[in-house]
């Protein structure tokens, strides 16, 4: 009897046990590469990658009038991804007369096109959350936030000034959290799912039902709060629903080795990239593994507190507290760090590059929406942040460009991400910051 | 422990018989309130309230999601705090883990007040019994018969599902612990029938609130069965659970967790010290040095009914075998804890001193007179810094090589010629001068760059030569005890003291200061006061329909 790939994945929409017997090929891609054979679309992920304190000015790359891209000293690591990443500067953030926030307003007002009003302001959801909103409910995770800096505070995603989203700190925590129980293989020949799964379910379906109620007796502000409970519950629910149902097969799905069980968290660059390396290596494969379609890195803190083994100084003291060198007419050591932020950066980039999928790589099929917090790291100025869109986001945006923003507000390259990611949105920012101009030169 | 409930109930009662106190809020001025708090629970408070309901062999192994310090406290965080996908997913794994342990054969037999018909099904008699119970605490009032059918009903549908009785149970346990009612510190108002017109916390909200200030956890059977019988709203009621709980030992870990959050000690979990620079700041170290200033504190406190300004001049403290070698002492135990008293020609006197305030207040690789500056202004003083302008150049004050300029005074100096960075540095800087001679890792020295640290200095107006000089300004300083005040009626309550609450904030700092600031007094003036519990009603003018407008949205979704 001749079995097609459709009766295989209509067997498992029960969600009962089936055994797959064949493992995923290449046939079962279209020929474009671009859509599973039952005719789903490899599904585009979204990402946000953070690095603290930017760059000196004049050596992040060459303001020299052309739409390529020249990198300068910093920006070295990045050479190799020339055509894997465009990248913004000279685009603004008008204050609107309120006072900048050091080493807040400047990532604040990139990610969520609002400048706040003091520190812990934060209205407005960041563009990932935006995002994961609209992609982010099909997947086990909402979207996974994570940090290389040992602490879970140190996460720029939330919805709103009450609602942020920690990062995991921990590649073993991580590891676990992803493809520790609960994970369900892909590829795995027989599916079977867990009773105990359909029971957790059962019990937070009536949690949830019978604490509606307690809605009523709340205030507006608590009522905010609740309801952002309920979503959470609802995501929860997802989660083990998906579980109970055989998952599509994914070519590039692997379960990644684990880390080491001895591990050292902290703020030392060495210990940070050896953490976010671990970090983005279970990330990228819990991107493969559908796990997730939305992410968010943060490599450093907006006041980096980064540091050499045996330096009495983190990057943010030193560019505050190391004289410019003379001869060189910058902050040498400042420079040394910020270059160790971009290695890091390009790290992050060839981990998306190295898993294969369809006919390309996890990079063409992912959006990565990278920033810093300030466009001068000595004067910590919220003016020409850098910005790079890292990745084609499915083939809808053009990379290998430098886009020149001539004071234009740094919401509209939030805003290109957005309507890149599919986001129905045409006007994104407040104040100033509001615009509906998205970035033509880079839309496919 | 240090210390034996004997010691502190002697000390209370000198404190209590010394200033001649007996019921409190005769001449209480009257407050409207603030609205009742839904407080998510913190870290502490969850595995304490697990530990006080199960025992201690529960493991509680799993990360909590941070709160946010508002107004120099996490508790008042708490009252704004979310709980989002990612923190759900984390507490449904961990209450989980938790609810098996209880089951488990071991602890079935201790935890489960029955045993079922047969194990390999439901027993809904047996598994009420178990939900009524438990969910008492962990509710922290009495189950409503809606809820005790639907953790039976969970219970009992598991059970059935797993053919096992003990899962069905776990599984029941697991809804109550990732319930919001759980989950949050849910206060609810009620008419006060004393009062015309005003609020108050109804008994319950008023038992959590008194059980989470003195013993941050969850309130206990005798405190709940006071709220069951009415007499939590009565005065002798009220002070005689009072007296019970800060006569025992549970005490110290109330006042412990209320320090931890005033200092910001939660910054030790991510401490880190340059092991180049300073080799022996070892893990060992930064947890003693951390348990050591919460030991004298509570000691000092509690034990000896002592003043709250004599925080900033204790030499009384305690060491242990870590310690010992940091602060150049003989500890004859390597083990465990010992009292130990600095002498008088010493440079430690006072917690400011302390290694765990040096070291936390200070860079990685550096000490800082700015930041312990702001940490005595912030966190002891409740004094607000501005934030620092974006393009503060500092690099004078890092040329250490400069032949000119080699200590961090004269490097200040010349960064503060600035005139918009030295309105705030010289709120600061005077105070965290006066423990240069503490380095980033608070071991003591006398020399920077081959000159003599001089530590002079003055505050708000009091002159000073060194830290031991400081700390008797700070406890002549009026801010001190009124910001110790302030700071616990926020803790106890969640919210920072308004506008409207400012006569009864005086009121209370004034007894304060009669009482000779012992902090037991402070705490009976709050726990017996009607302004503890005054609140307003929650806003609900568009409650139903915001409400049902969710539900419809929720049953599409």
Redo the contacts between chains.
């Keep these: 009897m001749s079995m097609t790939r459709r009766s295989f994945l209509r067997g498992t929409v029960a969600g009962t046990a089936v055994t797959v017997g064949l493992p995923f090929l290449d046939y079962f891609l279209n020929d474009s590469g671009t859509a599973l054979a039952n005719g789903a679309p490899i599904p585009v992920r979204f990402g946000t990658w953070f690095w603290g304190l930017g760059h000196t000015p004049g050596r992040g790359v060459a303001m020299d009038g052309t739409p390529d891209i020249t990198f300068l000293e910093e920006t070295q690591p990045l050479v190799p991804y020339k055509n894997d990443l465009t990248y913004f500067n000279a685009f603004n953030t008008p204050l609107d007369g309120k006072p900048s926030a050091v080493h807040f307003t400047g990532w604040v007002a990139a990610k969520t096109g609002n400048v706040p009003r003091t520190f812990g302001d934060t209205p407005e959801p960041t563009i990932d959350v935006i995002v994961a909103d609209q992609i982010g409910g099909d997947t086990r995770f909402r979207s996974l936030d994570l940090s290389s800096t040992g602490n879970p505070r140190d996460s720029y995603t939330f919805r709103n000034s009450t609602s942020r989203n920690a990062a995991d700190i921990s590649p073993l925590a991580f590891y676990q959290r992803v493809f520790g129980a609960g994970f369900v293989d892909p590829n795995q020949a027989d599916f079977t799912p867990a009773p105990s799964v359909m029971v957790r379910s059962s019990v937070l379906s009536a949690v949830h039902e019978e604490s509606k109620d307690f809605m009523r007796k709340l205030g507006t502000a608590d009522r905010a709060r609740m309801d952002e409970y309920f979503t959470s519950i609802r995501q929860l629910e997802h989660q083990l629903a998906l579980q109970m149902e055989k998952p599509e097969v994914s070519e590039a799905c692997g379960i990644p080795v684990p880390p080491p069980e001895e591990e050292e968290l902290g703020i030392e660059i060495e210990v940070a990239q050896r953490n976010h390396k671990l970090l983005t290596d279970i990330l990228v494969m819990a991107l493969a593994c559908n796990q997730t379609r939305v992410f968010n890195m943060l490599y450093s803190q907006a006041l980096s507190l980064l540091r050499r083994r045996g330096e009495s100084f983190t990057h943010h003291t030193l560019t505050h507290e190391e004289p410019i060198d003379a001869s060189l007419g910058y902050q040498r050591e400042v420079a040394e760090l910020h270059v160790t932020s971009m290695e890091a950066l390009a790290t992050f980039i060839q981990a998306f590059k190295d898993i294969r999928e369809g006919d390309g790589t996890l990079l063409d099929n992912t959006l990565i929406f990278a920033n810093s917090d300030t466009g001068n790291s000595r004067i910590h100025s919220v003016d020409d942040i850098p910005v790079m869109l890292i990745g084609s986001g499915g083939g809808r945006i053009k990379n290998g460009l430098h886009i020149a923003g001539n004071g234009d507000p740094i919401t509209r390259i939030g805003l290109t991400a957005l309507q890149v990611m599919g986001i129905p949105v045409e006007r994104w920012g407040t104040g100033s910051l509001e615009t509906t101009k998205t970035i033509s030169d880079v839309l496919v | 422990m240090i210390k034996t409930v004997t010691k502190i109930v002697s000390g209370l009662a000198l404190a209590l018989v010394a200033f001649g106190l007996s019921a409190c809020g005769e001449d209480e001025p009257l407050t409207q309130g603030n ?2 708090q ?1 407080r998510r629970l913190t870290e502490q408070q969850y595995r304490n309230t697990v530990r006080d309901v199960f025992g201690g062999n529960i493991s509680i192994a799993g ?1 909590f ?2 709160l ?1 310090r ?1 107004d120099g406290l996490l508790a008042v965080g708490a009252s ?10 984390r507490y ?1 794994a961990l209450g ?1 883990s938790i609810a098996l342990q209880v089951v488990n054969e071991r602890n079935r037999k201790v935890l489960v007040p029955c045993t079922p018909a047969s194990e390999a099904g439901r027993d809904d008699s047996c598994a009420a019994e178990f939900v009524t119970s438990t969910g008492r605490f962990l509710f922290r009032r009495p189950l409503t018969d ?2 005790q059918t ?1 953790y039976v ?2 219970s009992g ?2 059970a059935d ?2 053919g096992d009785f003990y899962q069905g149970l776990a ?2 346990l ?2 109550m612990l ?4 759980f989950l949050y510190i ?1 206060e ?1 108002s009620e008419p006060d029938p004393d009062s015309d017109g005003l609020h108050r916390l109804d008994a319950y909200s008023k038992a959590s609130r008194i059980s989470f200030l003195l013993w941050n956890t969850t309130p206990d059977a005798m405190l709940l069965d006071a709220a069951a019988s009415g007499d939590l709203h009565t005065e002798d009621g009220l002070e005689q659970q009072f007296e019970r709980m800060i006569s025992s030992p549970r005490a110290e870990d109330g006042l412990a967790a209320f320090f931890e959050d005033m200092l910001e000690f939660e910054r030790f979990e ?1 401490l ?1 010290k ?4 300073y080799p022996t700041f070892v893990l060992d170290v930064a947890d003693d040095a951390r348990e050591q200033t919460i030991r004298t504190l509570t000691y000092l406190l509690l034990d000896e009914g002592g003043d709250y300004r004599d925080i900033f001049t204790t030499r009384k403290t305690f060491m242990s075998g870590a310690l010992g070698p940091v602060y150049r002492v003989p500890v004859i135990n390597p083990v465990g804890w010992v009292p130990y008293e600095f002498p008088d020609s010493s440079p430690w006197a006072g917690i400011h001193t302390h290694l765990s305030f040096q070291a936390l207040f200070s ?4 000490s800082s007179p700015t930041l312990r500056g702001q940490a005595v202004r912030e966190h002891l003083l409740c004094q607000k810094i501005p ?13 250490d090589s400069n032949p000119i300029l080699r200590t961090a005074r004269q490097r200040l100096d010349v960064h503060n010629e600035e005139p918009s960075c030295a309105g705030c540095h010289k709120l600061m800087d005077p105070i965290g001068l006066a423990m240069e001679t503490f380095d ?1 890792a608070g071991q003591i020295r006398t020399m920077e760059n081959g000159m003599v640290i001089d530590t002079s200095g003055e505050l708000d107006g009091v002159a000073y030569e060194d830290s031991i000089g400081l700390g008797a300004a700070l406890r002549e300083n009026p801010s001190a005890p009124a910001c110790f005040a302030n700071r616990m009626f926020a803790y106890g309550t969640g919210h920072t003291p308004t506008p409207a609450e400012r006569q009864w904030m005086g009121y209370l700092e004034g007894k304060f200061a009669e009482a000779g600031y012992r902090v037991p007094v402070l705490l009976r003036e709050m726990v017996l006061s009607d302004a503890f519990y005054r609140v307003t009603p ?3 003018t ?3 329909a ?2 049902n407008d ?2 419809a949205e ?1 049953t599409k ?1």
Excluded: M
Aim: charged fraction near 30%; charge should be negative; avoid cysteine.
């Design positions: 609205d009742p839904l990360r999601d941070p946010e508002i704004s705090a979310t709980i989002t996908p990612a923190a759900l997913e449904e989980r809606a809820e639907l009903s969970i549908d598991a599902t797993l599984y029941g697991t809804g990732v319930s919001p009612k849910t609810t991510i880190e340059d092991p180049v620079i860079h990685p690789g550096k934030e620092p302008p974006g393009d503060v150049d500092f690099s004078d004050f890092n040329d980033g929650p806003d609900l568009q409650s139903t915001d409400a969710t539900f929720e979704s």
